[in-house]
């Protein structure tokens, strides 16, 4: 993957470390939908991105639109339960978000899928994950991201005013109660030059 991040100054760590999740600032969304936010919860994630960005087989994938196929605006991954996550401190970051939240989501996260944004005309577009139990039930999704900052979009399914979350390098941010079921969320595309963009999104067994 030829596509190259401007490294951090502040975040010069050869490792990538984990901190505490006890500093997640929790924001009520409405509707029984919540997120916590937590920056720079990574240290050390030039190193994670480039790993990820080097070593994760990316695939492109179509999907069929309006009576035609186009190309999905990013490149994807999803690991399944059993499977190698791409770097150990993934596996950490899975284990310390079931510990941590694992009593109020009843459940371990178990899967990872990651995104890579090449730059700002790649996208995600309005959506919740309802694909299986998020249909139905409250859940939590859990996600990490590293690279360049992106604005996680959200707004109420039944309308009124999105919102912007701002998420940098290193940063955790965990969407739970209905959020899935009640809100969208969405990468959007930008005119602004911006770098790439890796987001890793655990999940529970089940919701997609």
């Known amino acids: 993957m030829s596509v190259s991040l401007q490294g951090s100054l502040f975040?010069?760590?050869?490792?990538?470390?984990?901190?505490?999740l006890a500093g997640a600032r929790r924001?009520?969304?409405?509707?029984?939908?919540w997120i916590d936010l937590l920056p720079g919860w990574l240290t050390g994630?030039?190193?994670?991105?480039?790993?990820?960005a080097a070593g994760v087989p990316w695939q492109?994938?179509?999907?069929?639109?309006y009576e035609r196929e186009v190309a999905v605006p990013r490149l994807l991954r999803f690991y399944r339960s059993e499977e190698e996550l791409p770097d150990p401190v993934l596996d950490e970051a899975r284990t310390a978000l079931s510990e941590h939240y694992g009593e109020e989501l009843g459940e371990p996260f178990r899967t990872a899928g990651?995104?890579?944004?090449?730059?700002?005309?790649?996208?995600?577009?309005?959506?919740?994950?309802?694909?299986g139990r998020g249909s139905r039930e409250d859940t939590m999704v859990a996600i990490?991201?590293?690279?360049?900052?992106?604005?996680?979009?959200?707004?109420?399914?039944?309308?009124g005013p999105a919102r912007r979350v701002p998420l940098g390098h290193g940063d955790l941010v965990v969407m739970g109660g209905s959020c899935q079921r009640t809100?969208?969320?969405?990468?959007?595309?930008t005119a602004r030059p911006v770098g790439p963009r890796i987001s890793i999104q655990f999940r529970p067994q089940g919701v997609r």
């Open 11 to 20: 975040d010069q760590a050869p490792t990538p470390r984990l901190g505490p």
């Open 45 to 52: 994630a030039d190193a994670l991105f480039e790993t990820l």
């Open 183 to 189: 809100w969208e969320h969405a990468i959007l595309k």
């Open 27 to 33: 924001t009520v969304l409405g509707d029984g939908a």
């Open 144 to 159: 990490l991201s590293v690279g360049e900052p992106r604005d996680l979009a959200l707004r109420p399914r039944v309308g």
């Open 114 to 131: 990651l995104c890579f944004y090449r730059d700002g005309r790649d996208s995600v577009a309005w959506h919740g994950d309802r694909i």
């Open 60 to 65: 492109a994938e179509r999907r069929r639109m």
